[in-house]
């Protein structure tokens, strides 16, 4: 407010206030849903003398307002790809249903010659409008990001260019384009897991998929082994090698050495690999 003795009162309101406001629709939006109520201690005249109070029962109506014509930026944005989350913080609050998850493009650098990825899709894991919109990234994506290996990698590899038509904020104004680095990088911790597997005795291939994208030069086949039984198996066989696709993925395709191949079906009189139910790998 103005530090001077005056008959009009100017009032800056705080970031955190104009937000609060701003989220609580439809207050605010127009002159008709804008009223003023105050207490009787709110100022004082110059004799010491408080204000009339106007009471919440008998709000006053602006006499003059202005709606929201400036554009909403994007300030920050961090990136976790343990949990696969993307934080933004905007400099206002956001309508949070008019997110557009294609505007979003990822990038390994600012300008030159670098790798990108557009999102494609996702799910907005914030549930009220706020400054703060937390986007949860599809697996699609995630899996993506991870195949590129010059991307998003560390914080020197994260970066993150976003259209105008990306969000909008509560009074429909649209966003101002702008590339950032990422503020807060948390790579991936979690260990992959083997969702399923599929064994063709025909060709000599096994087929593992896990829930994210795995590095296949670090892939050892050696700490597979199959067995016939989950618990208590009476034949165990772990492989000796084999050889894989050359390209990252949620799927390795192992063709069996034909030694392996030989020893899984010598073992089948044994009731390995005879059936789904006689079919069972652990992994070292």
Do not use: C
């Not at 680095?181 to 005795?201: A, G, H, M, W």
């Not at 896990?210 to 039984?229: A, R």
């Amino acid at each position: 407010f103005n530090g001077s003795f005056s008959s009009v009162v100017i009032i800056q309101l705080s970031d955190l206030d104009l937000n609060i406001v701003k989220k609580f629709r439809p207050l605010a939006t127009t002159a008709d849903s804008t009223y003023i109520s105050i207490t009787n201690k709110t100022v004082y005249d110059t004799f010491g003398n408080p204000n009339v109070p106007i009471s919440p029962y008998s709000a006053q109506k602006v006499a003059l307002f202005v709606e929201d014509l400036v554009p909403p930026q994007l300030l920050r944005f961090d990136l976790n790809l343990s949990s696969n989350q993307l934080i933004l913080t905007f400099s206002e609050t956001m309508e949070v249903s008019t997110l557009n998850v294609s505007a979003f493009v990822f990038q390994s650098a600012l300008s030159g010659v670098f790798s990108s990825y557009q999102l494609t899709s996702g799910a907005v894991a914030t549930r009220s409008n706020d400054v703060v919109v937390t986007l949860q990234l599809s697996i699609t994506d995630s899996n993506n990001i991870r195949n590129i290996t010059t991307l998003a990698t560390s914080s020197n590899t994260t970066y993150l260019s976003v259209s105008s038509y990306a969000i909008k904020d509560m009074a429909s104004n649209s966003l101002v384009m702008v590339q950032l680095p990422v503020t807060s990088y948390i790579p991936d911790t979690v260990n992959p897991s083997l969702v399923s597997f599929r064994l063709d005795l025909n060709t000599g291939v096994l087929y593992l998929t896990f829930d994210e994208t795995v590095n296949v030069l670090t892939f050892n086949p050696s700490g597979i082994s199959l067995q016939n039984s989950a618990t208590n198996a009476t034949v165990v066989y772990n492989l000796t090698g084999g050889s894989i696709q050359k390209f990252n993925s949620t799927v390795v395709a192992l063709t069996l050495l034909p030694t392996d191949l030989n020893s899984v079906k010598f073992f089948t009189s044994l009731g390995l690999g005879t059936s789904a139910n006689g079919t069972y790998l652990s992994l070292a």
